[in-house]
């Protein structure tokens, strides 16, 4: 089976004084959910799940609606700073900010967020689970850059928190097969924004 990780599209900046930011996408990633949608929507994908974000759920709309499928919700497959009250872009972070330090070297707890090590395994889990559940069927998720990296080093063997930058709406894929072989077909195929 083909398990297809999609970054949602580009999201609001948002930031709160208190509760939990939960940004829309922009008029751009909008833009970018319609035409990954497009791209995807001849290819045989049996399933379509996304993190309970709003900005996955909102690049996962497009393509259900494509494919005539439903989106399973999948909570395990969102973002290290899912409860934060502010969502900045991480291009838009500066690059010298304890934040920005944190992100790169997986140090969560340093900005409030989860154990990296409880972080990853809780997304191999996840990931394991729908593979688990579509046995010969390919499947679609929607979820975040952060979660794109932790899962892709584990497939990989890599130790490191962030690897590569998934661009927004990229597609990211791996070859799994019922014995738990797990494979990387591909990284960060934007062939579909070309045109934006």
Same mark, same amino acid.
């Given at each position: 089976?083909?398990?297809?990780?999609?970054?949602?599209? *580009? =999201?609001?900046? #948002?930031?709160?004084?208190?509760?939990?930011?939960? %940004?829309?996408?922009?008029?751009?990633?909008?833009?970018?959910?319609?035409?990954?949608? +497009? &791209?995807?929507?001849?290819?045989?994908?049996?399933?379509? $799940?996304?993190?309970?974000?709003?900005?996955?759920?909102?690049?996962?709309?497009?393509?259900?609606?494509? *494919?005539?499928?439903?989106?399973? !919700?999948?909570?395990?497959?969102?973002?290290?700073?899912?409860?934060?009250?502010? &969502?900045? %872009?991480?291009?838009? !972070?500066?690059?010298?900010?304890?934040?920005?330090?944190?992100? #790169?070297?997986?140090? &969560?707890?340093?900005?409030?967020? =989860?154990?990296?090590?409880? @972080?990853?395994?809780?997304? #191999?889990?996840?990931?394991?689970?729908?593979?688990?559940?579509? =046995?010969?069927?390919? !499947?679609?998720?929607?979820?975040?850059?952060?979660?794109?990296?932790? &899962? @892709?080093?584990?497939?990989?063997?890599?130790? +490191?928190?962030? @690897? @590569?930058?998934?661009? $927004?709406?990229?597609?990211?894929?791996?070859?799994?097969?019922? +014995?738990?072989?797990?494979?990387?077909?591909?990284?960060?195929?934007?062939?579909?924004?070309?045109?934006?």
């Amino acid at each position: 089976m083909q398990l297809l990780v999609i970054r949602h599209g *580009l =999201p609001n900046r #948002v930031e709160l004084a208190e509760g939990r930011a939960d %940004p829309h996408l922009s008029e751009e990633g909008i833009r970018q959910a319609q035409a990954l949608a +497009k &791209y995807l929507a001849t290819e045989e994908i049996h399933a379509i $799940y996304a993190s309970h974000l709003t900005r996955a759920i909102q690049t996962a709309e497009p393509l259900a609606e494509a *494919l005539g499928l439903e989106i399973g !919700i999948e909570h395990d497959v969102a973002e290290f700073d899912r409860d934060a009250s502010s &969502y900045i %872009p991480f291009e838009e !972070i500066d690059r010298n900010s304890a934040e920005f330090q944190a992100i #790169v070297t997986g140090d &969560y707890t340093a900005i409030g967020g =989860p154990d990296p090590a409880h @972080f990853r395994q809780k997304i #191999v889990d996840a990931f394991e689970r729908m593979i688990a559940a579509h =046995p010969s069927q390919n !499947i679609a998720v929607v979820c975040h850059a952060g979660v794109i990296n932790a &899962y @892709f080093a584990h497939v990989l063997g890599i130790d +490191k928190a962030i @690897f @590569f930058g998934p661009t $927004y709406t990229s597609i990211n894929r791996v070859l799994a097969n019922s +014995k738990g072989l797990r494979g990387v077909h591909s990284l960060n195929e934007t062939a579909h924004l070309r045109h934006l």
